[in-house]
Nanobody, 129 residues
Framework: QVQLQESGPGLVEPSQTLSLTCTVS??????????WGWIRQPPGKEMEWVGD???????YYNPVLKSRASISRDTSRNQFALQLGPVTPEDTGVYSC?????????????????????WGQGTQVIVSS
């Protein structure tokens, strides 16, 4: 059974770069047809898809965040990472990493949800000085 665990600082200063890592066990991030990505939920707001990196290494981003987001992977450690910056307080929220089928990315873009695929429990990130 795949398991995902987010890690990273819980507090980031405005204008800095948020860096989160997702460690995967029980599956390989190069398993064909799967994508590995991030969603977030700001306080009091709806969930928002951030982006994905497919088994092939191809990346997909929310157009709203594309200029500030970067998703990369380390296949030797079976990890993938999110960098988002420069951040503002509006980037505060719970960030979750997960696995979905690559074919599910369009659906995730329009209706992000943790009921599709497998997800970590999420990590709180606060952007504040």
């Amino acid at each position: 059974q795949v398991q995902l665990q987010e890690s990273g600082p819980g507090l980031v200063e405005p204008s800095q770069t948020l860096s989160l890592t997702c460690t995967v066990s029980g599956a390989s991030i190069t398993d064909r047809y799967y994508s590995w990505g991030w969603i977030r939920q700001p306080p009091g707001k709806e969930m928002e898809w951030v982006g994905d990196i497919a088994w092939s290494g191809t990346t997909y981003y929310n157009p709203v965040l594309k200029s500030r987001a970067s998703i990369s992977r380390d296949t030797s450690r079976n990890q993938f990472a999110l960098q988002l910056g420069p951040v503002t307080p509006e980037d505060t929220g719970v960030y979750s990493c997960g696995r979905i089928l690559t074919s599910q990315i369009p659906g995730m873009m329009s209706h992000p949800t943790k009921t599709t695929g497998a997800w970590g429990q999420g990590t709180q990130v606060i952007v504040s000085s």
